[in-house]
């Protein structure tokens, strides 16, 4: 990772980019009064597939899931 000031990053924005685009760099670091601020990384190329439904079948749902409520909130309050 790495990291270029402000003034930096203004007079070479065009290299920084094409460094990232090249794979050179997986992210660089803008830092303003050497507090880090922004990061430049390279968008996906390929976005993520569709992810509704990528569970379906791998378990059942209870018919009352509401059932337990009462012992997990009992369990999140620390209540014997």
């Known amino acids: 990772m790495r990291s270029v000031n402000m ?3 203004k007079s070479s924005l065009s290299r920084l ?4 685009e090249q794979g050179e760099e997986r ?3 803008i830092a303003r009064n050497g507090h880090p ?5 390279p968008i996906n190329k390929y976005p ?7 569970a379906k079948g791998l378990f059942e749902v ?3 899931i509401d ?6 909130a009992r369990l999140f309050m620390s209540e014997p």
């Open 27 to 29: 992210e660089i670091v």
């Open 37 to 41: 601020v922004a990061k430049l990384v």
């Open 62 to 64: 209870p018919d009352n």
């Open 17 to 20: 980019v094409e460094a990232i």
């Open 7 to 9: 003034l930096q990053a």
């Open 67 to 72: 059932m337990h409520n009462d012992d997990v």
């Open 48 to 54: 993520p597939g569709k992810r509704i439904g990528v």
